[in-house]
C-alpha cells in the first residue's frame, strides 16, 4: 500500500472549516483513499474514503487531485468534539489491510 | 445497533500472567481484526480473520501472541506469557469482507503488565 504524508498537527477554529492535507505520491491506480479518526480513548472511527471522484457524506467532504498525488478532507463546520487525530490511509480495493501512519492531531479551539 | 464490543476495558496484571482479549464483532460482519496501539509504535494490525479463518498473521509480534476466532461472533487475543512491554491498547474491528468496506472498531482493552 502506497505511504501517506500528513502534517503533524493543526489547530482550527470552532465553527470554521477544517483542511486537512495528505500526500500520496505514490497511489497506483486501484487504491483508495480512507480518512479515519480516533477521539482521546475511543478507536478510530471511519469517517469517508475515494478513489478519484470527490466524495460528501454526513461528515465531511473527501477532494482528490486529478492526479490523485494528494487530497483533502474537510470538515465543513468543525466543532470541539472534533478535536482528534485524523488518519489518511491508501488501501487497494481488494484488500482488508488498513495501514495507520501518525495522523494529524487536529485541536479545534473556541 | 451495538458496535464492536471488547472486554475487558482495562487489565492490570502481573508479568508471566496468561492475558485473554475478547472481542464480539457486528452481527454480520465475517472480517475481524486485531490491532495494537502504543505511543511508540502507534497502531499496528496483529492479525486478520476472514469468515473466521486466520488470514494474515504476521504482525503477532511473537509466539507467546495466539488469537482464534472460534465462530462468527467471538474471538479472542491470549498473550501467555505476558511481559510489560505488552502494554497497550489493543483494539479489535470489524467488517463486511466484500468490496471497499470500511471497519469499524471498538473502543479497546488497555492493557497494564507490571
Known amino acids: 500500500d502506497a505511504k501517506t504524508t500528513q502534517p503533524t498537527s493543526m489547530d482550527c477554529a470552532e465553527g470554521r472549516a477544517a483542511n486537512l492535507p495528505c500526500n500520496h505520491s505514490?497511489?497506483?491506480?486501484?487504491?483508495?483513499v480512507y480518512w479515519y479518526r480516533q477521539i482521546h480513548s475511543q478507536g478510530p472511527q471511519y469517517i469517508i474514503h475515494?478513489?478519484?471522484n470527490n466524495e460528501t457524506n454526513e461528515m465531511a467532504s473527501l477532494i482528490i487531485t486529478e492526479d490523485r498525488k494528494s487530497s483533502t478532507l474537510i470538515l465543513p463546520h468543525a466543532t470541539l468534539r472534533d478535536t482528534a487525530v485524523y488518519y489518511c490511509?491508501?488501501?487497494?480495493?481488494?484488500?482488508?489491510?488498513?495501514?495507520f501512519g501518525g495522523g494529524t492531531r487536529v485541536l479545534v479551539k473556541p | 445497533d451495538a458496535g464492536v464490543i471488547q472486554s475487558p476495558r482495562h487489565e492490570v496484571t502481573e508479568m508471566g500472567q496468561e492475558v485473554t482479549l475478547r472481542c464480539k464483532p457486528i452481527?454480520?460482519?465475517?472480517?475481524l481484526f486485531w490491532y495494537r496501539q502504543t505511543m511508540m509504535r502507534g497502531l499496528e494490525l496483529l492479525i486478520y480473520?476472514?469468515?473466521?479463518?486466520?488470514?494474515?498473521d504476521s504482525g503477532m509480534p511473537e509466539d507467546r501472541f495466539s488469537a482464534k476466532m472460534p465462530n462468527a461472533s467471538f474471538s479472542t487475543l491470549k498473550i501467555q506469557p505476558s511481559e510489560p512491554r505488552d502494554s497497550a491498547v489493543y483494539f479489535c474491528?470489524?467488517?463486511?469482507?466484500?468490496?471497499?468496506?470500511?471497519?469499524?472498531f471498538g473502543d479497546g482493552t488497555r492493557l497494564s503488565i507490571l
Open positions: 505514490t497511489i497506483s491506480g486501484n487504491e483508495y
Open positions: 452481527s454480520g460482519h465475517n472480517s
Open positions: 490511509i491508501v488501501k487497494m480495493a481488494a484488500g482488508n489491510k488498513l495501514t
Open positions: 475515494g478513489l478519484k
Open positions: 480473520f476472514n469468515n473466521n479463518v486466520p488470514i494474515d
Open positions: 474491528a470489524s467488517s463486511f469482507l466484500e468490496y471497499n468496506q470500511p471497519q469499524h
